[in-house]
């Protein structure tokens, strides 16, 4: 083998030993805060702290409704915090649901670094907080932390926005040069776990959807037997998808 292969075999492995090293800085994207108290971002919000199963303390707000049929427990995607996600709560609470928004662990000014494990235990550290009904919310890398929670603990409904089928998959639409597969971590492995998850649900998606392929997300509704309502030309971040009234109608819609 001449020197220039060798120089281009080490040039390839360097470059996968730098994205495993540091491939959850690819995968999580988290909004330190400060973030403000619930009190300001909703009349009769409440401060709440999670504490998870390896000890550590995070940050919530519970915006608690007495005559509510269920609680929303909302799994955020892998950017910003919960401050960004206040135009939902407000949404759903004008229409007669309790919400739960959390941070992460490493987002929103909580302690330590996500994970995929990591989530899970955020996840039931949520869920604890939280008497009576429950309809889980996930947004993107969300949908993935609600689906691994429904097989734990099944909730009265599931809302799936833009979820893709296993993070390796979505890995592998937009680094198809890298062995994604055998690299990642953290695997999320969506539409597999639905097999043991069922409940009412609802899979949302955007047609121009540049982060998730719509494709993944027509897959992950057909294995959760979910209803299908597709928005057409919203793309990932797109307002519509966050809080848009298609949103709000599909959470009540379980509830």
Do not use: C
């Not at 000014?109 to 009904?133: C, H, I, Q, W």
């Amino acid at each position: 083998m001449g020197r220039p292969v060798w120089v281009a075999v080490a040039v390839v492995v360097t470059i996968v030993a730098v994205v495993f090293a540091f491939q959850r800085k690819l995968v999580y994207f988290p909004s330190p805060g400060p973030v403000p108290s619930a009190e300001e971002v909703l009349p009769g919000g409440r401060d709440v702290r999670l504490v998870t199963a390896d000890g550590l303390i995070l940050g919530g707000w519970h915006f608690e409704l007495p005559d509510a049929p269920a609680t929303v427990v909302v799994f955020p995607g892998n950017a910003g915090n919960r401050e960004s996600r206040a135009p939902l709560a407000r949404e759903l609470t004008a229409r007669g649901l309790s919400v739960l928004l959390f941070d992460y662990r490493g987002y929103g000014g909580n302690p330590g670094t996500p994970s995929e494990e990591g989530l899970t235990y955020d996840a039931r550290a949520a869920l604890d907080l939280v008497d009576g009904p429950v309809v889980y919310f996930g947004e993107s890398l969300g949908a993935a932390v609600a689906v691994e929670l429904a097989t734990y603990r099944a909730p009265r409904g599931l809302v799936l926005r833009s979820p893709f089928t296993s993070l390796a998959a979505v890995g592998s639409h937009h680094y198809p040069w890298l062995p994604v597969r055998m690299l990642l971590q953290d695997k999320f492995p969506v539409a597999e776990r639905l097999a043991g998850v069922q409940v009412p649900s609802v899979v949302l998606l955007g047609t121009a959807d540049s982060v998730v392929p719509p494709a993944q997300s027509r897959e992950v509704a057909t294995a959760a037997r979910a209803k299908l309502v597709e928005i057409d030309g919203a793309d990932h971040n797109d307002e519509v998808l966050n809080s848009g009234p298609l949103v709000i109608d599909a959470i009540v819609s379980v509830s």
